[in-house]
């Protein structure tokens, strides 16, 4: 279990227990560390780092290199604004093996400047205060490229907003295969219920691209006759790529940003923020939350 998240090949390892597992849980604690072994699953904790301002040509090693300058990582995330695709977001997480580097780490590599950017450094752990060491109070606006919701800049425990917005949680190809898209929805249904009553929840598919995937051939403008950038630009419209929740109660909705923002899933560190009913986004909300059809459209015959 400790392999979760880890980075293999061209993707990251997903080990689950069966659903119906009855025997004793022996998951490795978060804290858990394989000698030589980067994870790509980096959780919460008092010593996780942000770093932002990274130059979207670095590549995996090369942040890591400058990473492991001031001792050995424990966990590293670079986020992708997909699964395997260039990190454009142009920033990371990561935690040392030996949690006495951190503050050292954020301390030399904060406005350290790499090409025409400055690094921004700073500890990421959801429920962390800005001013302690290694926190400065940052301008949110010159630095677009720090997720808010990690680290949030005011209180949020009075806000109306209900909608819980997931980004950087799954994939185009987590969405495309009936079974797992059943089992991925499933799965977020059951974690989201747990900070609240939850009233809705979506995942939005991508376009049917082929055959042998969701919807089929055919299946109106969404079907095999678009290109792959057309296709793109039509999941992206859709909102695919995002994970929506609508809590009864906003109280529910803090509470899960508040537990979810920074954690890990598939080896991606979530980012989370706040929604409420009538926000302006893109895709409308009325559109993401319209009633379902009846049935998914069926898969073409053979």
Same mark, same amino acid.
């Given at each position: 279990?400790?392999?979760?998240?880890?980075?293999?090949?061209?993707?990251?390892?997903?080990?689950?227990?069966?659903?119906?597992?009855?025997?004793?849980d022996m998951s490795a604690p978060p804290s858990f560390h394989v000698p030589g072994v980067v994870s790509t699953n980096v959780p919460d904790s008092a010593n996780k780092i942000f770093v932002g301002g990274l130059p979207s040509y670095l590549n995996e090693e090369?942040?890591?290199?400058?990473?492991?300058?001031?001792?050995?990582?424990?966990?590293f995330n670079l986020v992708r604004d997909s699964g395997s695709?260039?990190?454009?977001?142009?920033?990371? /997480?990561?935690?040392?093996?030996?949690?006495s580097v951190t503050d050292v780490a954020i301390e030399s590599l904060g406005g350290m400047e790499l090409g025409d950017r400055y690094l921004v450094v700073q500890r990421a752990s959801v429920g962390a205060k800005a001013g302690q060491p290694g926190m400065p109070n940052l301008p949110y606006d010159q630095f677009p490229e720090i997720p808010r919701p990690i680290m949030p800049a005011g209180d949020v425990s009075g806000s109306d907003a209900r909608i819980l917005?997931?980004?950087?949680?799954?994939?185009? +190809?987590?969405?495309?295969? +009936?079974?797992?898209?059943?089992?991925?929805?499933?799965?977020?249904?059951?974690?989201?219920?747990?900070?609240?009553?939850?009233?809705?929840?979506?995942?939005p598919?991508?376009?049917?691209r082929d055959r042998g995937r969701w919807g089929g051939?055919?299946?109106?403008?969404?079907?095999?006759?678009?290109?792959?950038q057309d296709a793109q630009r039509a999941d992206e419209a859709?909102?695919?790529?995002?994970?929506?929740?609508?809590?009864?109660?906003?109280e529910s909705a803090v509470?899960?940003?508040?537990?979810?923002?920074?954690?890990? /899933?598939?080896?991606?560190?979530?980012?989370?923020?706040?929604?409420? +009913?009538?926000?302006?986004?893109?895709?409308?909300?009325?559109?993401? /939350?319209?009633?379902?059809?009846?049935?998914?459209?069926p898969l073409p015959a053979p």
């Amino acid at each position: 279990m400790a392999f979760d998240g880890i980075m293999f090949l061209n993707g990251p390892l997903k080990i689950r227990r069966p659903k119906d597992y009855g025997g004793v849980d022996m998951s490795a604690p978060p804290s858990f560390h394989v000698p030589g072994v980067v994870s790509t699953n980096v959780p919460d904790s008092a010593n996780k780092i942000f770093v932002g301002g990274l130059p979207s040509y670095l590549n995996e090693e090369q942040v890591m290199e400058l990473l492991k300058s001031f001792g050995e990582l424990k966990a590293f995330n670079l986020v992708r604004d997909s699964g395997s695709g260039p990190s454009k977001q142009g920033f990371a /997480f990561f935690e040392y093996v030996d949690p006495s580097v951190t503050d050292v780490a954020i301390e030399s590599l904060g406005g350290m400047e790499l090409g025409d950017r400055y690094l921004v450094v700073q500890r990421a752990s959801v429920g962390a205060k800005a001013g302690q060491p290694g926190m400065p109070n940052l301008p949110y606006d010159q630095f677009p490229e720090i997720p808010r919701p990690i680290m949030p800049a005011g209180d949020v425990s009075g806000s109306d907003a209900r909608i819980l917005l997931m980004l950087n949680m799954v994939t185009t +190809d987590d969405l495309v295969e +009936d079974q797992e898209y059943a089992e991925l929805l499933e799965d977020v249904r059951e974690e989201v219920a747990n900070y609240g009553t939850v009233e809705d929840v979506r995942i939005p598919r991508p376009v049917r691209r082929d055959r042998g995937r969701w919807g089929g051939e055919g299946a109106g403008a969404g079907g095999s006759n678009l290109n792959p950038q057309d296709a793109q630009r039509a999941d992206e419209a859709a909102g695919v790529g995002r994970v929506y929740v609508k809590y009864v109660e906003p109280e529910s909705a803090v509470k899960a940003m508040q537990a979810l923002a920074g954690r890990s /899933f598939a080896g991606r560190s979530i980012i989370a923020t706040l929604l409420s +009913d009538d926000s302006q986004t893109t895709p409308p909300l009325e559109l993401i /939350f319209a009633p379902p059809p009846d049935a998914p459209p069926p898969l073409p015959a053979p």
